[in-house]
């Protein structure tokens, strides 16, 4: 249910409710394009499948360049590359988009194995952006939720969504380029 940076610092009990951390990240943003359209034409069933494909295709790519995904917000993903898990931004910045362009290879083939079934494409947007976030549990006494917040996290989010107003795949800011 976290990822494996977070998991391991949640067990050896460092990360708790009320416990953060201010981190500099490079932060991702995806969101698959017409779900809701999805969900109305297709049974619960195989909107799952759809989705569980998708978001294999997304957390492969973020794992594979280190980076590590944080939360499923519906048709959404929200994941970071932290800095000090790298030897340099620089290095982050690459990962990242490295990350972003193995996403688009993997998502391109699971269209044209949805092609060949006669099936619609899937789109999505990924949004990159670099900033200070604040990482931690936040929520209540009976629910937790790990995640980061903070204004590069709005940003990313206003940034993905611009892919779908400009009709791109990938937007970064210009922090990333």
């Known amino acids: 249910y976290l990822g494996h940076s977070a998991g391991a610092r949640v067990l050896a009990g460092e990360i708790y409710r009320g416990v953060n951390e201010t981190i500099d990240a490079v932060i991702w ?8 359209r999805l969900s109305d034409e297709f049974a619960p069933p195989v909107v799952l499948g759809i989705l569980n494909d998708h978001f294999e295709r997304i957390v492969s790519a973020v794992t594979t360049h280190r980076g590590e995904v944080l939360k499923f917000m519906g048709d959404s993903v929200l994941a970071i590359f932290p800095i000090a898990s790298f030897d340099n931004p620089q290095e982050a910045v690459d990962a990242a988009l490295a990350a972003a362009r193995h996403a688009r290879n993997k998502i391109a083939d699971g269209n044209r194995q949805r092609q060949a079934k006669g099936l619609r494409e899937i789109g999505y947007g990924i949004a990159l952006h670099l900033g200070e976030v604040v990482y ?27 892919c779908k107003t400009l009709s791109r795949n990938l937007l970064v800011s210009s922090a990333i380029a």
């Open 136 to 162: 931690g549990n936040i929520g209540g006494q009976e629910r937790l939720d790990f995640t980061v917040i903070g204004p590069a996290v709005n940003q990313t989010s206003r940034i993905e969504a611009l």
């Open 29 to 36: 943003v995806s969101d698959l394009r017409g779900f809701t």
